[in-house]
């Protein structure tokens, strides 16, 4: 079936360590997004890729790093230098940009 | 700065009943407007879009939009105890660096009670 896959589900991150957060289409999308929630609150862009080799910062991308080698992958990083990275972090992808997104089942990471 | 804004709710109606779900934004640029649905623990699933004045039903769903007014209300009739969830409401810019972003707004937490 096509549709958004991420990975791993759960992430637990040491102090000063890079993690790496996985989302691949089947879905031949050319846009794909990276969102990050906080409890009770709404979804904020840090990165946003219309195109492959072509991305953009969204409203927080501090502490954040991402590559659009493929169509199919838009892999984030989450370095060390983003203090608070405990959150819910949402692949989305759409057709074009500023289509209807449809997103990933998300990866819950945690501070160890 | 480009907001959305949602009454955080929760909002509890009775099984059968109509809920009524409201949006407002603050950029009259704004093209796109989305409905996603979000059940606790779980990602963002797209109920609705619309893009011009006016109402969208599809089901039990009715979107409508007053870009006059900036506001855009998702109708739910027919309630039932699966519709509760998160509402989340999204909007896309038309131009600018903004073209294709969407702001959320944070929710409107949905009750339906048997």
């Known amino acids: 079936d096509g549709g958004i896959t991420q990975s791993p589900k759960y992430l637990f991150r040491k102090e000063g360590q890079n993690v790496t957060l996985s989302c691949e289409q089947n879905l031949n999308h050319d846009a794909m997004y990276w969102y990050r929630q906080d409890p009770g609150q709404g979804l904020r862009l840090i990165y946003y890729s219309q195109i492959v080799n072509d991305f953009q910062k969204g409203d927080i991308a501090e502490g954040y790093s991402v590559s659009r080698e493929k169509k199919e992958s838009f892999p984030l990083t989450v370095t060390s230098a983003q203090k608070n990275p405990t959150a819910f972090y949402l692949c989305?992808?759409?057709?074009?940009?500023?289509?209807?997104?449809?997103f990933g089942d998300g990866t819950r990471l945690s501070i160890l | 700065q480009k907001e959305v804004e949602q009454n955080s709710g929760p909002l509890s109606v009775p099984e059968g009943a109509i809920a009524s779900l409201n949006c407002t934004y603050s950029?009259?640029?704004?093209?796109?407007f989305f409905w996603y649905r979000q059940y606790s623990g779980k990602s963002p699933e797209l109920i609705m879009f619309?893009?011009?004045?006016g109402d969208k039903e599809d089901g039990r769903f009715t979107a409508q939009l007053n870009k006059a007014s900036q506001y855009v209300s998702l109708l739910i009739r027919d309630s039932q105890p699966s519709d509760s969830a998160t509402y989340l409401c999204a909007v896309s810019y038309a131009g600018g660096t903004s073209y294709g972003k969407l702001t959320f707004g944070q929710g409107t937490i949905l009750t339906v009670h048997p």
């Open positions: 989305a992808s759409s057709p074009r940009l500023g289509q209807p997104q449809h």
């Open positions: 619309i893009y011009s004045n």
């Open positions: 950029d009259r640029g704004s093209q796109s």
